[in-house]
């Protein structure tokens, strides 16, 4: 039995306020948006299984791994993996693995605000009767308004940085963690009312086919890249997010059984929301592959036109505004951790601090939707770019460092411990994934995306 350690910034007060938080971080953007989006470029039922297939074999483990690697070290990422490491009696720079997920967290928190700061302005469009019996076009037109406005981008990203930054300067338990427990319930039966009028639309069964009949010879190496890297982003997987909040979770409660709850909901209300939006794409004749503004074209013209629209579409876009400040909060707590363990600064200072920077990157994704739409690098603009990175590459090559470490470098007595798992069935399956599956999941899918796994092949086959 190794020593326990606790934390300093606190546990959460039992296992349903961490199942609470972390379905926080894990439901965001990333179910309501861009899971429908993604889905849509990607050609759909095939994306969708490689999805599921990677939450149940990559994610589950992983997010399996990061919470016991929190709950282990109970500090930041970056001092969590030093200590661990030492610990094993290997080299403390495994830090640097937190240290990639800070700046992570970072990157991905510079565009997840603008975007939420477009679901933020749409709370208002909504509320003031924008979009009632608006035409498919008139609605792509607001949108595309908002867009071409870095004034309104700006001044909605700055709302969204402040409102996550005062959330985080306060503490993670407090405040925010209140809110979501009747939140998350109300922004689910929400999306359950939309698949109702979905039902209504005469499209229904086209959008569960779009969702559900897979497909594959239209599935791309890159397409299954995409698919691993959001299994990451929607879980919160691969930079350090659950790890910290792992770090708060109780000495008694089951690692396994908190884990399955997180992502069977996160990834039940991913679907719900595929289920809510492709009829209405097709009812309306709209293109699915069309990016990222979709949900933002698509929802508008069924709160339109639907009875108590003007109510449903205000309550829904303030549903998705805190489930998207939910996530918000967890991407910057890695960083603000480690300022306030090795640079004793106070919480509200850095928070600041790593706010103002967040929101300096932030400048790029707002223009890289105006000004700048003309600069690509291979063919993406800035957020495009952004976006990829993190997502893609960063998540997956930091969970799979993170399963390298709970396979390879701590012992199984240790990883036993933690698990509170005897040597069952269990126990040998998720060390069986960690320690072989996903590393080779994650590497083969590397190599198919650039093109270098079928090299490999004609070289082997010489
Ligand atoms: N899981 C969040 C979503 O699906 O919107 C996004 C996110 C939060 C990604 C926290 C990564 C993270 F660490």
Redesign the pocket.
């Given at each position: 039995m190794a020593q326990r350690r606790s934390s300093m910034h606190g546990q959460w007060s039992s296992r349903w306020v961490f199942v609470l938080a972390a379905t926080g971080?894990?439901?965001?953007?990333?179910?309501i948006w861009?899971f429908p989006y993604i889905t849509g470029e990607n050609g759909g039922g095939a994306f969708v299984l490689v999805y599921l297939v990677c939450i149940a074999g990559i994610g589950i483990p992983i997010m399996m791994a990061e919470v016991l690697l929190g709950r282990r070290g109970r500090q930041s990422p970056i001092n969590t993996m030093a200590t661990l490491a030492r610990e094993a009696k290997h080299s403390p720079h495994w830090k640097y693995l937190g240290w990639s997920g800070v700046l992570?967290?970072f990157l991905?928190l510079s565009y997840?605000s603008v975007i939420a700061g477009w679901a933020l302005s749409y709370v208002f469009r909504a509320a003031s009767g924008r979009f009632t019996d608006a035409s498919a076009d008139e609605v792509g037109a607001i949108f595309n308004n908002l867009l071409a406005s870095p004034e309104s981008l700006l001044a909605w990203h700055t709302i969204f940085m402040v409102m996550t930054m005062v959330v985080v300067a306060r503490g993670v338990r407090h405040g925010l963690e209140k809110a979501i427990r009747f939140l998350m319930p109300a922004l689910f039966m929400l999306l359950l009312i939309m698949v109702g009028y979905a039902l209504n639309t005469g499209y229904f069964d086209e959008g569960l086919a779009f969702l559900f009949d897979a497909d594959f010879s239209s599935l791309s190496g890159d397409s299954v890249l995409i698919a691993m890297g959001h299994a990451?982003?929607?879980?919160?997987?691969?930079?350090?997010?659950?790890m910290i909040y792992g770090s708060y979770v109780p000495e008694k409660a089951s690692i396994a059984g908190t884990t399955f709850m997180i992502a069977g909901a996160?990834t039940l209300v991913a679907l719900v929301a595929g289920m809510a939006i492709f009829p209405i794409v097709f009812a309306n004749g709209l293109e699915p592959g069309q990016g990222p503004g979709l949900i933002f074209v698509t929802l508008p013209i069924a709160f339109g036109q639907m009875p108590g629209g003007l109510f449903f579409g205000t309550l829904f876009f303030v549903l998705v505004v805190f489930?998207?400040w939910s996530?918000?909060i967890?991407?910057i707590e890695p960083a603000i951790t480690w300022l306030v363990e090795n640079k004793g600064m106070k919480r509200a200072t850095a928070s600041i601090g790593a706010g103002i920077v967040t929101w300096f990157v932030g400048l790029g994704t707002v223009l890289s939707f105006n000004l700048w739409s003309g600069y690509t690098l291979f063919d993406k603009t800035f957020f495009d770019l952004l976006d990829y990175l993190t997502a893609n590459i960063m998540?997956p090559l930091g969970g799979l460092f993170i399963a390298v470490f709970a396979g390879w470098i701590m012992t199984r007595e240790a990883t036993q411990d933690e698990l509170r798992m005897r040597d069952h069935v269990g126990y040998r399956l998720w060390r069986f994934l960690v320690r072989y599956v996903t590393p080779a999941a994650v590497i083969v899918v590397f190599l198919e995306a650039t093109g270098l796994l079928g090299w490999l092949m004609t070289v082997l086959e010489r």
């Open positions: 971080s894990a439901v965001g953007l990333g179910n861009k992570a967290g991905i997840y990451f982003f929607t879980l919160s997987l691969g930079m350090g997010a659950i996160d489930a998207a996530s918000a967890s991407l998540l």
